[in-house]
């Protein structure tokens, strides 16, 4: 597919498009180690064959029907110790975008999950480089379900787009203005208004304020509720009122409960 991005200022207007790559996140490093690639450079495959997923796993999907896409951004202007809001940033404006093409619920699922309802339809693999106190460059990965109508049976939370709407999309027609949420809640982050995209985001927030089921590693079964996140991205979870933050892998989401 042939794109062009008119819409931004300047996310997307360098676009690398592939038909296959191993990992845009990746190429994205590569391009990195090798030259200085200008802010907003957006590197996009039809096809990745070892695709990275969160801490170490992987993410596999049909070739050719979703948005498999890394970004890269230079936000020099946040200190280390609030890069969460960078994965919150763009979270939601993962969120703003589906949300006006789909009529049901979407949702952020704590870290930075995109979910319709209770399924899973898209990921996000944030890649930084610190450089001291600063965040020298940033890879935002990104993988979002969108024609994909069937989903390996292991991955029983998984879905699409397609399968939450009934209907198909043109991928072309969809990546510009994908890039287009990410540009605003990108310079929302730049005005520093961390504290709008800390509201918002709580107010995507898959469970937030729900009872639900949780375990930590090892651990039993309990109820909580989630309470917020704080700015190191920790999420808390109250427990017969005493709240505990947990950072990933540190707890576990079960279920939820009426
Ligand atoms: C997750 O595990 O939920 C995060 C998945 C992130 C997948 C995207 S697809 C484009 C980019 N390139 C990769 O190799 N991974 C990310």
Redesign the pocket.
């Known amino acids: 597919m042939r794109l062009q991005v008119k819409n931004t200022l300047f996310i997307g207007k360098v676009l690398l498009h592939f038909e296959r790559l191993p ?4 190429y994205a490093q590569e391009l990195l180690s090798k030259n200085r690639p200008s802010e907003g450079t957006v590197i996009l495959a039809d096809y ?1 064959s070892a ?4 801490i170490g ?1 992987t ?1 596999e999907v049909a070739p050719g029907k979703n948005l ?3 970004l890269i951004l230079t936000p020099s202007f946040l200190p280390a110790p609030r890069q969460f809001a960078l994965s919150q940033a763009i979270a939601l404006a993962t969120r703003d975008f589906l949300s006006t093409l789909c009529s049901k619920q979407v949702f952020v699922k704590w870290p930075n ?1 995109i979910y319709i309802e209770d399924k899973k339809v898209g ?3 944030i890649q930084n480089s610190l450089s001291g106190k600063k965040i020298q460059h940033s890879i935002i ?3 979002l379900n969108i024609n994909q109508s069937q989903f390996d049976q292991k991955l029983s939370k998984a879905s699409s787009l397609a399968i939450e709407t009934g209907k198909s999309f043109a991928l072309p027609q969809l990546l510009p203005s994908l890039l287009q949420y990410i540009e605003q809640r990108y310079l929302e982050l730049r005005r520093g208004k961390l504290l709008k995209i800390q509201q918002d985001y709580l107010s995507h927030l898959f469970l937030y304020q729900k009872n639900a089921l949780y375990r930590e590693p090892g651990g039993v079964a309990f109820q909580g509720k989630i309470v917020g996140v704080n700015p190191g991205g920790q999420l808390g979870v109250a427990r017969e009122n005493k709240t505990k933050y947990y950072s990933i892998k540190e707890i576990e989401y079960l279920g939820i409960m009426d």
């Open positions: 990992s845009t996140n990746a990745q695709g990275r997923g969160q796993s993410w498999t896409f890394s999950d990921g996000i693999l990965g990104i993988g």
